[in-house]
């Protein structure tokens, strides 16, 4: 299976893009997906999450701007980013936690290979 991203780009200062990423091939269903983003010299950092049973979770700072959201008749998740800042700027990596069992701890074990978002001031 893969998880392949699209949708970035770059953009002004707040401004919006929106995120997509497409599972296939997969033959256990997603328990759990997210977003997340890296900057070099940086740790990864875990943007928004969204688990198969449960709410939604945001990081501190996109928290109010950001907006994650999966349509499962198309196995696709996204994140739609508004309010775009220059500390956004970064490598935005879709991952799944898949298997065929439910932990209420997402547990990511297949990553896409990043879409880059750059703002610019």
């Known amino acids: 299976g893969q998880l392949v991203e699209s949708g970035g780009g770059s953009v002004q200062s707040g401004g919006s893009l929106r995120l997509s990423c497409t599972a296939s091939g997969y033959t256990y269903p997603t328990n759990c997906m997210a977003w997340f983003r890296q900057t070099p010299g940086k740790e990864r950092e875990r943007v928004a999450s969204i688990p198969r049973y449960g709410t939604t979770a945001y990081a501190d700072s996109v928290k109010g701007r950001f907006t994650i959201s999966q349509d499962n008749a198309k196995n696709t998740l996204y994140l739609q980013m508004n309010f775009l800042q220059p500390d956004d700027t970064a490598m935005y990596y879709c991952?799944?936690?898949?298997?065929?069992?439910?932990?209420?701890?997402?547990?990511?074990?297949?990553w896409g290979q990043g879409t880059q978002v750059t703002v610019s001031s």
């Open positions: 991952a799944a936690d898949i298997g065929p069992y439910y932990y209420a701890t997402c547990a990511f074990n297949y």
